[in-house]
């Protein structure tokens, strides 16, 4: 059993930061899985969904998309199996739906998204 349950998203303003968090449970998920990568994607109205950032098992390796480069910061805990996404100076087009998703030993598991809506 997998599951991933985000938290964090919500309302704000153009310019705020908001933190997104990402817990994932169930015995398909270990602590020890050193292949489990843990990353964010979104999907905005009519728009396909995009990577925006990602993070190795370490946590020391990371990556982002171009459009939120120096913006947002995934962060992974000691714990493994939570990530978290700082998403500082939100833009209007930053809104979407933010999904967790945890790759492991090539299979892909997505939680159900946390809405992010930022007006300008």
């Known amino acids: 059993q997998a599951q991933l349950v985000e938290s964090g998203g919500g309302s704000v303003q153009a310019g705020d930061s908001l933190r997104l968090s990402c817990v994932a449970s169930g015995r398909t998920f270990s602590t020890f899985d050193y292949d489990m990568d843990m990353g964010w994607y979104r999907q905005a109205p009519g728009k396909e969904r995009e990577f925006v950032a990602r993070i190795d098992w370490s946590g020391v390796n990371t990556s982002y998309a171009e459009a939120v480069k120096g913006r947002f910061t995934i962060t992974r805990p000691n714990t493994k199996l939570t990530t978290y996404l700082r998403m500082n100076s939100l833009k209007p087009e930053d809104t979407a739906m933010y999904y967790c998703?945890?790759?492991?030993?090539?299979?892909?598991?997505w939680g159900q998204g946390t809405q992010v809506t930022v007006s300008s």
């Open positions: 998703k945890v790759q492991m030993r090539g299979v892909s598991y």
